[in-house]
């Protein structure tokens, strides 16, 4: 039991090296480009904070989902709903989660690399991504300016592509075929 508790802290200390190394950096080319260009720095350093202010709500909704689902749902769970034995229902409710989140695509890579680390197929992430496309909200936007058939097919096609890349993806990813594909 003690040495797994010491490769856990040895682990979180390389974590904490590698995840300080980002900042650091930044601080020094921001530090020098102060010194070198300063009429250049002061618009890069407003446009790094603007960037890091429009992120910050993302964000922080992001890993209170993480949070909710860490305290909620376990890998078994995970595994059931979105992981290779999870079929039809699991590929059916990643096709949704795709289709009702907002924000953008950048905040929610955290959640699903932790949702994929608790057992979730490959499939379903592709899945998920892909539906991102399909947003209702837009659909009578798009109905208005191309007509409502053409929105049809194609919101049915980018459903029905999700998930024939999901599984052409678990197999590139040397996965065996999901159930959803049988």
Known sequence: MNWK?????SGMRQ?????????????????ILF???????WPALKNSVSILQSLLIPLCLVFGLIFL??????????????GRTSGLKGAVLSAIAGVISVGPIYAWYPLLKDIKEK?????SIAIFLNNRAVKPFLLPIMIAYFGLLFVIVLTVLMI???????????????????????
């Open 35 to 41: 010194l070198v260009m300063p009429d250049k720095a």
């Open 119 to 123: 057992g979730a197929a490959d499939s």
């Open 69 to 82: 689902i860490n305290l909620f749902l376990n890998p078994a769970k995970v595994a059931k709903y979105l």
């Open 160 to 182: 029905v592509a999700s998930f024939a890349i999901g599984y052409v993806l678990s197999i590139f990813m040397g996965i065996d075929k999901p159930k959803c594909a049988d």
């Open 15 to 31: 974590y904490l090296k590698v995840s300080i190394f980002f900042p650091i950096l930044v601080l020094v080319l921001y530090s």
């Open 5 to 9: 508790n010491e490769q856990k802290q």
